[in-house]
């Protein structure tokens, strides 16, 4: 059996399908219309956080989903982290969003999407994500400052670091969260 191959709009009309020879193109059998055919991705490891989770691994995850669910299902070995660990029962009364038999690992790890986000719980970080972006063009001494100051120093002197009020609250208006990804 060959590698499956994932009809994809959006490739054609440009080089990218020249530079990938392994690419191709399917007609969709409903529709008539030309798509490219990429190989279905199949990641070796998934990390992933949630607002909670189960010992076993039962996680929920509040809408807008973006694609985690579908890399919990397509990677071999899934790790999540989730900022509370809660029962299987508060799981299910919230929704199991990727179910316990496709995560390998969890771990209660507050605030540990950080500074990304983690919706509906905390918002991102832009000063924060700015600084590492900073540090990451500036070059390895930039790059070594910041992890001697926010990683290596380990997760409970990371969160004394960060200012607490940049762990921000989802606002109730959608239109005020949405405005953090213009």
């Known amino acids: 059996m060959g590698v499956p191959f ?3 709009r959006g490739l054609l009309g440009g080089d990218l399908l020249r530079l990938h020879p392994e690419w191709g193109t399917v007609r969709c059998p409903f529709t ?3 798509l490219a055919a990429v190989p279905a991705l199949s990641p070796d490891v998934a990390l992933l956080h949630a607002p909670i989770g189960d010992a076993a691994g039962n996680l929920h995850l509040d809408q807008p989903y973006v ?27 919230a929704g199991v969003t990727v179910p316990a038999h496709v995560v390998n690992a969890v ?15 905390y918002a991102y970080d832009r000063p924060h994500l700015a ?26 002197a990371y969160r ?19 405005e953090l990804f213009r």
């Open 6 to 8: 994932l009809p994809v």
């Open 32 to 34: 008539g219309e030309e």
């Open 67 to 93: 694609l985690d669910e579908r890399f919990a299902h397509a990677s071999r070995v899934v790790v999540a982290t989730v900022d509370r660990l809660v029962s299987t029962e508060e799981v299910a009364a």
């Open 107 to 121: 771990a209660e790890v507050p605030y540990g999407a950080h500074p990304s986000s983690c919706y509906p719980g």
């Open 131 to 156: 600084e590492y972006v900073a540090a990451a063009t500036a070059g390895p001494g930039a790059v070594a400052a910041y992890l001697d100051t926010y990683v290596l120093p380990g997760e409970d």
């Open 160 to 178: 004394t670091r960060v200012e607490p009020n940049r762990l921000t609250k989802w606002s109730t208006s959608d239109e005020a969260w949405m």
